[in-house]
């Protein structure tokens, strides 16, 4: 588990632009209970990938996006462990993986881009990807 004064920025970037922070398996499932619109599930990590390349993607997307989810929601791997796992039963059968995303429509997944697909690619590559992810689904 990583210290709460080192991972606090790196939640920030993403609460600062809306994201709700889910911290534990009940904000897991009140969050995925809601089954209407759509939610956008974020695997927030401390990995070289996540600062670089997802962060600011996301960042990005939800300042520049025509269209957004209805709810924007993240966990953070290697911190809120009890959250994490209860939202990856929720992306199943996905393996486990941080950074990772995923879009639920109507309660059920859509889309989802594992960490494989993150890295070696550039933050405004990841942000075009989910601008179009949003369009068709949101």
């Known amino acids: 588990m990583y210290p709460a004064e080192l991972v606090a920025p790196m939640k920030a970037d ?3 632009v809306g994201f709700k922070e889910l911290t534990s398996a009940a904000d897991v499932d ?3 209970a ?3 619109g ?3 599930l974020f695997f927030n990590s401390v990995c070289g990938c996540a600062a670089g390349a997802a ?3 996301l960042k990005n997307t939800v300042q520049s996006a025509a269209k957004l989810p209805t709810h924007l929601v993240t966990v953070f791997a290697g911190v809120d462990k009890e959250a994490v796992d209860k939202a990856r039963q929720y992306t199943l059968p996905y393996p486990p993986s941080s950074p990772s995303m995923a879009l639920f429509k109507d309660g059920k997944l859509v889309h989802f881009v594992e960490r494989h697909q993150i890295e070696g690619n550039s933050a405004a590559t990841i942000s075009e990807h ?3 992810v949003f369009e068709h689904y949101c």
């Open 14 to 16: 993403l609460t600062g």
């Open 30 to 32: 009140t969050a995925m």
């Open 34 to 36: 809601d089954k209407e």
């Open 38 to 40: 759509t939610t956008f």
């Open 55 to 57: 962060r600011p993607a």
């Open 130 to 132: 989910l601008k179009k």
